[in-house]
């Protein structure tokens, strides 16, 4: 897109970020709905608030004298200017706090637990038991079963990295020394594509992975399959 001014005010006003496909992807996970929720409120509430602000300025600049003597009131200028971001800035944080995204996170025990941790350039998978214990490893791939909660716990031994996939969740750090922890609980098969949102280094933008929900009973067959000796290669 060329940057003409009427391309450039379009990317910045707030009515550009309403396109769903641009702003964040479709949904897949509890997790990602609540995050897509929050998103809608804020986008709504920031472009209604902008054009609030834009009318009343324009009224308070060209609109008939009566009208910008009412505008021009301490009252107003208080109330408009101060009382109202209050309210609403705590409104919208109580609305992002509210024990429903606190329960979309810790609903029920993880059925799943899965260590990843970012590697320079890559993703190391690590399948867990209920005890901690490591089933198996893989690179790059990891399934989740629809429907039933999963903890990842994520990890670096190097740089910081940062676990994204648009469509299961948000973004949260992989810091050397830490075990951050990530809920997700798929609502539907599909495959998703997972980027590392934390520049890294060199090859960052290649730090890419597959996240595939299939239904439990592939999970389960999946995971057994894993789980065998790994077949001498032929001649
Ligand atoms: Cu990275």
Known sequence: ??????NVLAATLPLAALAPTVVWAQPNSVQAARIADIGWVLYVG???IFLIVTVLMLLAMFGPASLRRRLSRPALILGAGIAFPIVALTALLLYVLSPASLAARDAEPAAVRIEVTGELWWWRVRYLDASGALLFETANDIRIPVGHP???LLKSDNV???????ELGGKLDMIPGRVNRM???ASTPGAFR?????YC??????????AVAVSPERFDAWLQAQRQPARAAGP
Do not use: K, N
């Not at 897109?1 to 009427?6: D, E, G, H």
């Open 160 to 166: 910081i990295h940062s676990f994204w996939v648009p």
């Open 201 to 210: 280094g060199a090859q960052h933008a290649r730090m890419r992975f597959d």
């Open 46 to 48: 920031a472009t209604a």
């Open 150 to 152: 999963v903890e990842l």
């Open 1 to 6: 897109m060329a940057p003409t001014i009427p």
């Open 183 to 185: 809920r997700v609980l």
């Open 194 to 198: 997972g980027h590392c949102a934390e």
